[in-house]
């Protein structure tokens, strides 16, 4: 098996199983092997009934008093059981099971293990797992997988599949060599791919997590290098010389340029008319104003008769920064011929935009991923910008750089990454920082609170309203589910509405509604027609809607810190006070973490603080970046890691900078199916 099978090659997944695995993004064996359990799940010692508690797994160990009743509710048939000690009881219940009646039968003894809840004031175990006690007793403190799921596909079925796919892989050749293993005290391949998913303990694990986050970051780095020396010999096609129309711009804004902005600005015009290939990132705080400088740079660019464009990761933001753009170019008298390309249009619109981009009768084309389709052909393409650069993979972000003929390239990122270990990870590019925000912003005023707060948020929103601003109330969920703890939009949505006077218009977004309306809503709560608006993380991307100066976060526990902070960057934009809500409904730890969010507006001081209160090698915290698309590493706990493999890699090319020497050549075919699998055949 060389890992390119279809998952059908396993026995017992079928057409449809295989269909589940996909929305996993699991398609092939190799897939498989390196689709990573979430978490583990340790069998603990049975436990007495009286000693049970709401709200945990738990096992418990019966002899059985009396055979299942199997009771029929409608089209509902519901297996129970009650079990007795002393005077504890506990309801065991399964749905639609019926033959379970035949299973669990008196006399015979079980273990159940399942999540114990309170059910009408009664302790109840829900659809637990059944086991004969001597099963069960084996694999007491055993590691088992937790994998992502997906409706209908449960962790046994993966956990099956899993197990078999392993057990089908040949031996994989060691690749990393042999010295740099040894000296760093690393698990060999084989043996890390196969206890990363069944570790026998905890020192298991992490010896086998260790070695598979070195590799994401080593093979990345090595591409990282390889890039970097395709793109140093790059002269570029397309001077731009700063134009006079630019200039008066600039001058004629209705602020002034930060110092940082124009720092950055200055940094990329010296790049776009040097000669070179421009490969720059720009990083910037939310609400430093990175937008601007894009929006110079490709003005600069059609002023010179070139093509710009600008790729952003949603159609909100797209239309937004499409609007923006026309606008200035319009109150300015630019004559800068600007058209939007994104997924939503209608095929016919499409095909006029392409035709439009391919006659040059566009010079600034903005859109989403749209424009990396095949189908668009630009015309002298000099620069392209990806907004919100993480995320994208970098894979999108390189092949809308070859689109045009070595067009100069800046992406742009709020993500906030120590300096440090930017260089590393973005050792393709040159770095400008924007360390700066617009003057006169006042910073956001911030309160972590429990769930008994509500009825105050919502008065207070309905004060600021009032005044003539607007809110965004975030929930994780998109209606109700399985999830019962957590918000969802669509019933907060009802709710806000009828708490507050129709006067006030509540609307909802996520992302399983269609563009269309997403865009429609957007656009209505930008010109001020809906005052409240109910969102998923979806609008966590750079809208830029200033009037808007209250976040309330519900369920705030549930995010990554990172992620609060660019939720929370929403607003502040303008000269209002703005205020963030965020409502804790998990403990005292989620309460800890929230209150780095409430003493500072500052990403990088909060992922720093972040990741020392939750320490370094703390795989299961909620992942920061999303940033680089590893699958294990995390940029931000495995720090230590990141800089060891920068350093291995720096010392090995040192000394065979063509991977040609034969002890390296494992290596060197290793790191050209990355290449080809991450970049395709676009990078050779
Ligand atoms: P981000 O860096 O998060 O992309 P934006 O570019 O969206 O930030 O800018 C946020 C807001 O700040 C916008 O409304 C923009 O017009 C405004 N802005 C940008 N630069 C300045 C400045 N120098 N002074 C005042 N406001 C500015
Ligand atoms: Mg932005």
């Not at 199997?70 to 129970?80: K, S």
């Not at 079980?110 to 086991?131: A, D, H, N, S, Y």
């Not at 409706?151 to 057990?167: D, H, P, Y």
């Not at 808007?548 to 006070?577: C, F, K, P, S």
């Amino acid at each position: 098996m060389n890992g390119q099978e279809p998952l059908t090659a396993l026995k017992g997944v079928g057409e449809k199983t295989a269909r589940l695995f996909e929305r996993l993004g699991v398609r092939t064996l190799e897939e498989l092997w390196h689709y990573y359990p979430r978490a583990y799940d340790v069998f603990q010692e049975p436990r007495p009934i009286c000693g049970l508690e709401p709200d945990t797994v738990a096992a418990v160990k019966a002899r059985l008093k009396k055979t299942a009743d199997v009771i029929r509710y409608g089209r509902m048939q519901v297996a129970t059981l009650t079990l007795h000690e002393q005077e504890a009881g506990l309801s065991v219940v399964w749905y639609n099971m019926p033959y379970l009646r035949g299973i669990l039968r008196a006399g015979e003894e079980f273990v159940f293990r399942g999540r114990v809840v309170k059910k009408r004031g009664r302790l109840t175990m829900e659809q637990p797992e059944i086991f004969r006690p001597q099963d069960y007793l084996e694999q007491i403190a055993v590691m088992r997988p937790v994998y992502g799921q997906t409706k209908g596909l449960g962790n046994k079925t993966i956990e099956k599949a899993v197990k078999q796919a392993l057990s089908l892989r040949g031996m994989e050749k060691e690749y990393l060599p042999e010295p740099i293993r040894a000296r760093l005290n690393l698990a060999e391949i084989n043996f890390a791919l196969e206890h990363i998913h069944f570790p026998r303990d905890e020192a298991d694990l992490l010896f086998a997590r260790r070695r598979l986050v070195f590799d994401e970051f080593f093979l990345f780095l090595l591409s990282i290098r390889f890039l970097k020396d395709q793109k140093e010999k790059t002269k570029s096609a397309y001077p731009i010389r700063l134009s006079p129309d630019i200039t008066r711009l600039e001058q004629a804004l209705p602020y002034e340029l930060t110092g940082a902005q124009k720092r950055a600005l200055s940094e990329v015009f010296a790049d776009l008319s040097g000669g070179h290939v421009m490969n720059r990132l720009i990083q910037g705080d939310v609400g430093s104003g990175k937008t601007i400088v894009a929006v110079l740079a490709l003005l600069q660019a059609a002023s010179c008769g070139y093509q710009g464009a600008l790729m952003v990761p949603t159609e909100v933001l797209a239309r937004q920064h499409f609007e923006m753009i026309r606008r200035l170019t319009e109150e300015h008298g630019l004559g800068t011929r600007v058209i939007l390309l994104t997924g939503s249009m209608t095929a016919k619109e499409k095909r006029l935009a392409r035709a439009a981009i391919e006659a040059h009768e566009a010079d600034l084309i903005v859109g989403t991923h749209a424009l990396i389709q095949e189908a668009v052909r630009f015309d002298r393409l000099a620069l392209v910008i990806t907004d919100e650069q993480h995320r994208f993979g970098v894979g999108q972000r390189e092949s809308l750089g070859k689109k045009g003929e070595a067009p100069h390239v800046l992406v742009m990122s709020a993500t906030p990454i120590p300096r440090t270990l930017a260089i590393i990870l973005y050792g393709d590019l040159d770095i400008s920082v924007i360390d700066e925000l617009p003057a006169g912003r006042r910073p956001v005023k911030n309160c972590v609170v429990g769930r008994g707060y509500r009825e105050n948020a919502y008065r207070f929103i309905q004060k600021e309203v009032e005044a003539g601003r607007q809110a965004y109330v975030i929930c994780p969920m998109v209606e109700a589910g399985e999830m019962l703890e957590a918000e969802n939009v669509i019933d907060y949505a009802a709710a806000l509405r009828k708490k507050f006077p129709p006067s006030i218009a509540v609307e909802f977004l996520h992302g399983r509604m269609k563009a269309k309306e997403k865009n429609a809503i957007m656009e209505r709560f930008a010109a001020g027609e809906i005052q409240v608006l109910v969102s998923t993380t979806v609008i966590e991307v750079g809208i830029n809607v200033p009037n808007a100066t209250v976040m309330m976060i519900e369920n705030a526990e549930r995010y990554g810190l990172a992620q609060l902070h660019q939720l929370r960057g929403r607003v502040g934009r303008g000269a209002d006070q703005s205020y963030c809500i965020m409502v804790n409904t998990g403990g005292e730890e989620a309460q800890k973490r929230l209150e780095i969010l409430n003493r500072s507006n500052d990403g990088f001081f909060i992922a720093s603080e972040d990741l020392r209160l939750r320490g370094p090698g703390d795989m299961f915290g909620v992942r920061q970046s999303g940033e680089l698309e590893f699958g294990l590493a995390d940029i931000f706990t495995d720090a230590a890691v990141l800089k060891t493999a920068s350093e291995e890699v720096n010392a090995l090319l040192a000394a065979d900078p063509g991977l040609s020497r034969e002890e390296n050549a494992p290596l060197g075919r290793r790191l050209a199916q990355y290449l080809e699998k991450r970049y395709g055949r676009l990078a050779l």
